[in-house]
């Protein structure tokens, strides 16, 4: 298995520019992740899936949208780049299952670094 | 949203050495994570606390639950320079749903010769 896979690793935008950040699982994980992580800072929850066709805001959802068309990808969007974007975005899946309380392990993927100039 | 606290932000030992890292918060928690990251990669889970009180044992890395659910330590003994990296603490501060960890600041830990 290559578990949680992301591209591009790293990308330059300018401001306004629009770019998808891919991500892929092939562990047939049921919940999907996405994370940005700011210098010298932890992460930071963008949104997130339980399912595919299900998707919900995290803490900071501003500036991005999500989609879960399938159950092996969830691609991250940003629609007008802003200086305040740059940052290194992590995407993580886990499997829960229905009714279970202990958080699950999450896997992450080797993150994409990205700069908005 | 919980505030994870983490203590110290950096740390800079010489191998040999054991140190201690806190994770403090006002809100109880359901249950608490540690992840270690390294540079350029994802983080990747060390160990999960459930129960108040709880003390975990990885090899040389020693994790505790406190009794209030409040707070986490990680203490390592006779510090690696493999053990260098991120830690990072996450809480998940309900049950039954999505897993919306909310992460510490981190820890950032270095190991010389």
């Known amino acids: 298995n290559a578990g949680v896979t992301q591209t591009p690793k790293f990308r330059i935008l300018k401001i306004g520019q629009s770019m998808t950040l891919q991500c892929a699982q092939d562990?047939?994980?049921?919940?999907m992740y996405w994370y940005r992580q700011d210098p010298g800072m932890g992460l930071k929850l963008i949104y997130y899936s339980v399912g595919a066709g299900i998707t919900d805001k995290g803490e900071v959802p501003n500036g991005y949208n999500v989609s879960r068309s399938t159950t092996e990808d969830f691609p991250l969007r940003l629609e007008l780049a802003a200086p305040s974007q740059t940052s290194v975005y992590f995407c993580?899946?886990?499997?829960?299952?229905?009714?279970?309380?202990?958080?699950?392990?999450?896997?992450f993927g080797p993150g994409t670094r990205l700069t908005v100039l | 949203t919980q505030l994870l606290e983490q203590s110290p932000q950096f740390l800079s030992i010489q191998e040999g050495e054991n140190l201690t890292v806190y994770c403090n918060s006002s809100?109880?928690?359901?249950?608490l994570q540690w992840y270690r990251q390294e540079p350029g990669e994802g983080p990747v889970l060390l160990v999960t606390v459930v129960t108040g009180g709880e003390v975990k044992k990885l090899k040389r890395l020693t994790f505790q639950f406190g009794d209030a659910r409040k707070d986490s330590s990680l203490h390592i003994t006779a510090a690696q320079p493999g053990d260098t990296g991120l830690y990072l603490c996450?809480?998940?501060?309900?049950?039954?749903?999505?897993?919306?960890?909310?992460f510490g600041t981190g820890t950032r830990l270095q190991v010389t010769l």
């Open positions: 809100s109880v928690f359901s249950s």
């Open positions: 993580a899946s886990s499997s829960r299952l229905p009714g279970q309380g202990v958080s699950d392990t999450q896997y």
């Open positions: 996450a809480a998940s501060p309900r049950t039954g749903t999505a897993s919306k960890l909310t």
């Open positions: 562990m047939n994980h049921n919940y």
